[in-house]
């Protein structure tokens, strides 16, 4: 979707002559198609436009901000955001970014999919519904879908500022997830899964529906176990689960509001030696990568774990200019509507070398006894601040590396630093759920409660 430069332009002006010290404007489009599927046949569909602005303004070091989904307000913004700016508590950190040397992804080559263009509706309602065939066709045991979605979204993106900053980019969003429910003996159970891309040739809609069948069927004939202190692999999907709720740590506006669990913890040992954790706004198709944050400023791949040492913060242009640093390029917003806050690109672990990655059935071999978790309820639920959860887990139970039987109501609790501390091994099926991604992770002998 293309956005209009110009009418950018005109808001800065405008701002800037109504006594506005410095202006930003953020603007995207964008051209949404979704749909779900039920018995084969679409359940609900919708296809929309959608165009959104806002502008940012500072003046005399304190801020105001307005949006609209109309051109024809734009004397109305201006006058919105210089009025809250009038209201709003001095605030010295304040300040828009400057243009960077540094070079990102060139044109957004990586995140727009010129396919885009030339998917039909009915094109699209096919991919869906193949979601759910192969879920269905997998194991005759599949007896419902409780959802099979799908999305197609072609996106524009412009942000503009009066301190130079002038971008724009294309990019293109694909997503496919679906719940199958296996059915046995009067034993029902669920498997999920999720795949996207800024590339639809990436996303395998079979794959996505096999795998969550495969999920639901693997934990029928489920048992309970006895309360044990066993090792335990988290399977990529449950790890990312966790690796989401750390990332809030790693936000500098979190350490500055004393809500991190990493605050004053720069170049000490926070997780197991034998990871890094990464940040990357330039992994080719991913869907955290982009050219530039949501203000204009460069994205890049940082390390903010190296060998298990905190090495810093994710940062934007407000965090940075209070921490006396660079921004890192994570300023992200939900929306038009919204200010820009701090988010991950695409943050994954990985092992130190590639000769550290081990094998998935290296993984299970690896284990005498332990309990391989393929689902956690409520692991949103965990506090973000001191990283502490206690949650249900469901998973296989492993002996001399083979798996033996389904576990069900299993409980796993303790705090999130101590759980990536005892990681002792990295598989080699790293795979990412939005933008968080994580390989499975075999973790030291944990408490297992009934």
Request: contains cysteine; hydrophobic residues 40%; glycine residues 8%.
């Amino acid at each position: 979707m293309k956005v209009d430069r110009e009418f950018a332009s005109r808001l800065i002006e405008l701002a800037l002559r109504k006594g506005a010290e410095e202006a930003e404007v953020y603007v995207k489009s964008a051209r949404n198609l979704s749909m779900e599927v039920k018995n084969q046949e679409v359940d609900a569909i919708e296809s929309s436009l959608s165009f959104g602005y806002s502008l940012r303004v500072i003046r005399d070091k304190r801020p105001g901000f307005s949006y609209s989904t109309s051109t024809d307000e734009i004397g109305l913004v201006v006058e919105r955001a210089i009025e809250a700016a009038r209201w709003a508590d001095k605030d010295e950190f304040l300040g828009l970014p400057h243009p960077s040397l540094r070079k990102g992804i060139e044109g957004g080559s990586e995140i727009f999919d010129t396919e885009i263009t030339d998917i039909k509706e009915a094109e699209a309602i096919k991919l869906v519904l193949t979601i759910e065939k192969a879920a269905v066709n997998f194991d005759n045991r599949i007896k419902k879908i409780r959802k099979a979605f799908g999305t197609f979204d072609d996106i524009g993106i412009l942000i503009l500022n009066s301190n130079g900053i002038d971008v724009s980019y294309p990019c293109t969003k694909y997503t496919a997830q679906v719940m199958a429910v296996a059915e046995e003996n009067g034993e029902s159970q669920m498997g999920w899964d999720f795949d996207g891309s800024r590339f639809l040739k990436d996303l395998s809609f079979e794959d996505v529906g096999r795998n969550a069948a495969k999920r639901a069927v693997q934990l029928l004939r489920s048992r309970k176990i006895d309360t044990i202190k066993v090792p335990i692999i988290l399977d990529n999907s449950v790890a990312s689960e966790f690796l989401g709720i750390f990332a809030s740590s790693l936000s500098a506006e979190s350490v500055q509001k004393g809500r991190s669990l990493l605050k004053d913890r720069v170049d000490q040992r926070v997780i197991s030696s034998k990871i890094n954790l990464v940040d990357s706004g330039l992994i080719p198709h991913k869907l955290g990568t982009r050219p530039v944050d949501d203000e204009g400023v460069i994205t890049s791949e940082k390390i903010l774990i190296k060998e298990g040492i905190l090495q810093g913060y994710l940062q934007n242009t407000y965090t940075a200019k209070k921490d006396g640093v660079d921004s890192t390029g994570n300023a992200l917003r939900g929306g038009y509507s919204g200010l820009p806050s701090i988010g991950v690109t695409n943050l994954y672990l990985k092992a130190l070398s590639d000769s550290d990655v081990i094998s998935f059935g290296s993984l299970l071999s690896s284990l005498d006894k332990g309990l391989y978790i393929t689902e956690a309820m409520g692991v949103h639920t965990a506090n973000p601040i001191s990283g502490e959860f206690s949650i249900g887990v469901s998973g296989l139970w492993i002996e001399k590396g083979n798996v033996k039987f389904p576990v069900k109501e299993a409980v796993i609790s303790g705090d999130i630093l101590s759980l990536f501390q005892r990681i002792e091994a990295v598989g080699d099926d790293l795979r990412f759920y939005g933008s968080i991604g994580t390989p499975s992770l075999l973790i030291g002998p944990m408490d297992i409660s009934a």
